[in-house]
């Protein structure tokens, strides 16, 4: 294990529905990020954020809303989905959020809107 | 732009041939460079990553990388290859800021 986790693990949900996807980090990180990974496409980085501050925020529709209450903590809500957002949705951490420290990945929520 | 590219979809390797998967980048300066590997159903898990120093970087699970800077490739290399070194490779690249870009990925099969 990474010492990043995520639930739900798995997730169907309408277009009309709100849910929340949860991470949490038990490694003493001080960045979070959430990526979207779809079938055939690179990694797409979603949003950053460093020391509980949003810092990034890759022209993601606002129909995806992030949370970090705390630094061990990072939440994506989501409402009024579209089937284009089905994809394995991935939590990341790191030490800082400088480019020389990896990051270690959670499991992944694969998301299905139907 | 900084860009990273896996020339290859997938690479097929016989178990305990040594084994090579490509990575090349576009970025201008000194990028830092970083190796990942994802089983099914699973997240992104860091094999190893060039910083500065030492061309030759030793890894998790026998992997290494040799950064090439005249050929600005950072390719990943095993001496002799397990059939559970099976999975989704990812080359990703850091230049002087704190977003990672990833190439597309490589698929690893190795047949006994």
């Known amino acids: 294990e990474t010492g990043v986790t995520q639930t739900p693990r798995h997730l169907v949900m309408g277009m009309t529905n709100k849910k929340s996807l949860k991470c949490e980090q038990h490694l003493g990180h001080n960045a979070m990020y959430w990526y979207k990974q779809s079938a055939k496409k690179p990694l797409e980085l979603m949003f950053v954020y460093s020391l509980e501050e949003r810092v990034e925020n890759n022209s993601v529709p606002s129909r995806f809303s992030p949370e970090c209450p705390n630094s061990s903590h990072l939440f994506l809500h989501l409402h009024t989905l579209q089937p284009e957002d089905s994809a394995l949705y991935l939590c990341?951490?790191?030490?800082?959020?400088?480019?020389?420290?990896?990051?270690?990945f959670g499991p992944g929520t694969r998301l299905t809107v139907t | 732009a900084q860009s990273v590219a896996q020339p290859e979809d997938q690479v097929n390797v016989a178990e305990g041939n040594p084994l090579t998967v490509k990575c090349t980048y576009s970025v201008s300066g000194n990028p830092y460079l970083f190796w990942y590997v994802q089983y099914p159903n699973r997240g992104l898990q860091f094999l190893l990553k060039?910083?500065?120093?030492?061309?030759l970087v030793k890894g998790s699970y026998g992997f290494e990388a040799e950064f090439n800077k005249s050929q600005t490739s950072f390719h990943l290399k095993k001496p002799s290859a397990l059939v559970s070194d099976s999975a989704l490779y990812f080359c990703?690249?850091?230049?002087?800021?704190?977003?990672?870009?990833f190439g597309a990925g490589t698929i690893l099969r190795v047949k006994s």
């Open positions: 990341a951490s790191s030490l800082q959020r400088t480019g020389e420290y990896e990051q270690y």
């Open positions: 060039y910083i500065t120093g030492d061309n």
């Open positions: 990703a690249v850091n230049f002087y800021g704190n977003k990672l870009v």
